[in-house]
């Protein structure tokens, strides 16, 4: 479950003291931040702490996380020369990442997988072009459909950015990579296949290990999706999780409780989860999951009861 | 064209003297603007200008509109005791609506309809819950798993002050009625049947004209839209015009054109139209109009020379 540790106390006890790409950076704090939620809930797998605009700190845009906003570019980039400015980076240069993921892979037992963390070209590019996080992306959709070049050559260099990122972040002991396409959802068909597929095909091909393809509000984009790459594909909670499944039957899927069913009592969460898990009925392939992150405000105690309880389901 | 108004000067003219919701209280003031974009592009229905949140303001719950940000509620409404003291307001309350509405049907040709406005019960209670516009809307969801009791007395008033509010739009002259819920894509088709459809059911049964059910982000929710209602349903930029069509064989659609295309130079505005029209195939029913509003900053020019486009395309 991405984002299971904003929930925290031990987390935010670390984030009193320092920044966010603080701990990102360095090795050791990112691997406690990152094995907190594993310790306390005992779940399959470790999300590896990191912002989706991690690699962009390299790439000679500045970039400030806003504390309840999200990510703020200082300057837009919406022009061809905004474009020629950006850097491809060395991914050496995002050392302190792949050593936060070797001590988490030392760190955990062998049945617990390291997953990887990226985000999907389009994604990050709608908050490099709008400058902050926006509802309906509409500069960027404006940049992709009336200068589809300088789309193209701004996707080229992140693309460019995170293929070399995912495959450190393997060789580093990451068992598997997500891709975080978390804002997909407004666009169409037709503008995914041609605007952004080529360029998340490109990062899921690199990675040379599993790949979960994330992305939400994209009931209308999952054959699109499963077609750019994934060897899993998340659903969010808007699709049943078996009318999901049945449009990308050759996949796994990973999913969907709606986040916001964490914050019910447990009666509601249980039978939450009992929806979902009866809708995957028992098939392999199915990652249980959220729909989306864990929101800050989640009683921790109601995830780790959540955990155990499909934990129990599944045995 | 919803929102067609705040791309112009002579909107934004009269934004300088006086404040939105005196505006829109105001009913010379009101219809001068929801006339200038149909004076200024010819086109074949007047969208009465107003919030979503109009009616609320009779409903004892202080709402400021804050510029650029949204509809700001000082006192979210999340608790039984915070709905209980919401009040139903008597329809006529919002007289200065219903003149403005006569003002406008007076001076436009009977050719030309006039399109009452009215937030859907979801979408106002979200705002109402939340407290500002959220992509995600969690505390709205909160409320409607986890006390479905205390969301259900909630969207029973906000049901019972729009049937009333529409009903009058009728009377005093409108043609048609357009529900908006703009912000329903956020759920599942579960949530919607048993949260959100039966009190929009109720405002659209209310209306005794053709209704327009609208929402975005809603590729999954066509059917579940449909079945609570509207003569006609709006279809959002997500979907290809013929493919939504086909899951609401029965019904006129409305759409759907991205309305970051109208940001782009004419020859990508006219493939864009051009395309919708295409798949509308002549089909009788099709209302064209963007999948979402106007943009502020879309140039009037490109909305006139649209209208024309269109209007020759079809005659």
Redesign the interface.
Known sequence: MRQAGRSLPEYRAIREKHAFFDVANTPELCATVTLQPVERHDVDAAVMFADIMTPVLGMGVGVELVEGVGPVVAHPIRTRADVDRVRVPDPEEFAPVYEAIRLVRAALRADQAVVGFCGAPFTVASYLVEGR?S?????T??LM??EPDTWAALLDKLAATFTGYVAAQVEAGADAIQLFDSWI??????QYERHVAPWSARVLGAAHAPTIHFGT?T??LLEAMAAAGGDVIGLD????LDAGWSRVPDRAVQGNL????L???WD?VRA?ADAVLARAAGRPGHIFNLG?GV?PRTDPEIVTRLAAHVREAGA
Chains 1, 2 share one sequence.
């Not at 509802?135 to 500069?139: D, K, P, T």
């Not at 959802?185 to 037709?190: D, L, N, P, R």
């Not at 709606?258 to 069913?261: K, M, N, Q, T």
């Open positions: 996080p509802r309906e992306l509409n500069e959709k404006r459909l009336a959802g407004t666009v169409s068909a037709e509000g009931p209308h909670a808007r699709v049943p709606d986040p916001a069913v914050l019910c009592p509601v939450g989306h929101l």
